[in-house]
């Protein structure tokens, strides 16, 4: 199996409930790792997915490789039938094939290239190595989606609530730079599969993919949103509709995360999957309250990691 997004989960509170007791003993599964090799590829930048996920190998007895794809990688061809005389070295048909020489397992990160939204949504890097590896791929943050992250933060949901249906919203917040859709597709996605009264607030032009907002409630009016709400979860997208696909279309400080903002909730959680910028998405004083669970999120990357990989690893002893 791969783990690349929610349909790879056959029951997501099951893996949940599985990765709080992994949580409770790490190295219980130590021996089923053993003698297998996890190749993680990062095309992009990470500090907590490359740190998490290596400890979760290193915790199912598995040997890590990293290698830094995007700067020390030949620049790979996607295209079927391209004459490779322009400037990049290396077919993704080989490049897959060969990395599963070497792997049990291969990791990637792709991030979203805004330069086609098209090829972007059809996840063309992800897919392609899907396509032609034979080793099972684990999605550490693709085009669309970042599923580690998601499968994380119901964890932490599930670790901190009191309450049979959590209000549970996926507030924007500005940003300078443009940055992908792929953590809030994801959070709403697996918040929609979750027993969540689920709430997305953003700016008008900020709608994300209809197949990830699904059945939630969506308003523009973030003090509204904020009403009551059990746990904030923050981030930052730039827009998905074709217009202004990947641009910077609104930095409204007014959207920025206060105490002023937190009060309105039920003594609300405040989530970020980080890295966050301090007092532009979110002020000093909400992430350093004590109602801010971004350390136990990141905590929990190793688990949701290591509950995919074992999972991965089960499928490949069958
Ligand atoms: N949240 C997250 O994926 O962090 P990194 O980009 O540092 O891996």
Redesign the pocket.
């Known amino acids: 199996m791969n783990y690349f997004d929610i349909n790879d989960i056959d029951n997501l509170q099951q893996w949940i409930e599985e990765a709080k007791e992994l949580k409770k003993n790490p190295l219980k599964h130590k021996a089923l790792g053993e003698d297998k090799t996890l190749v993680l590829l990062f095309f992009?930048?990470?500090?907590?997915?490359?740190?998490?996920t290596q400890k979760a190998g290193l915790n199912l007895g598995m040997n890590v490789m990293v290698m830094n794809f995007g700067q020390e990688g030949w620049q790979l061809e996607y295209g079927d039938g391209e004459v490779m005389d322009q400037g990049k070295s290396e077919h993704v048909i080989e490049a897959a094939q060969v990395v599963s020489q070497y792997a049990d397992v291969i990791g990637i990160?792709a991030f979203a290239k805004f330069e086609n939204k098209e090829e972007d949504y059809q996840e063309q890097v992800l897919t392609a190595f899907m396509k032609y590896a034979s080793a099972p791929i684990l999605n550490?943050?693709s085009a669309i989606g970042?599923p580690?992250?998601a499968l994380?933060d119901m964890i932490t949901i599930s670790e901190f609530n009191t309450k049979p249906k959590p209000k549970v919203v996926l507030s924007w917040a500005p940003h300078p730079r443009a940055l992908p859709q792929a953590?809030a597709n994801s959070f709403a996605q697996y918040a929609n599969a979750s027993d969540f009264d689920f709430v997305i607030t953003h700016p008008e032009g900020y709608e994300l993919a209809p197949q990830f907002v699904g059945g939630a409630k969506v308003t523009h009016n973030q003090d509204e949103a904020f009403k009551g709400a059990d746990f904030i979860y923050v981030k930052n997208w730039s827009p998905y509709v074709d217009e202004n696909y990947g641009q910077v279309m609104n930095t409204d400080e007014n959207w920025r995360i206060s105490a002023e903002k937190m009060a309105l909730t039920n003594d609300g959680k405040f989530m970020h999957?980080?890295?966050v910028r301090r007092n532009v998405i979110v002020d000093d004083a909400v992430i350093d309250s004590e109602n801010s669970l971004v350390i136990e999120?990141?905590n929990n990357?190793t688990y949701a990691a290591q509950i995919a990989l074992k999972k991965i690893l089960e499928s490949i002893e069958k």
Do not use: I, Y
């Open positions: 992009n930048n990470s500090l907590r997915t490359r740190l998490s990160r550490m943050e970042h580690l992250q994380t953590v999957c980080l890295p999120q990141a990357r």
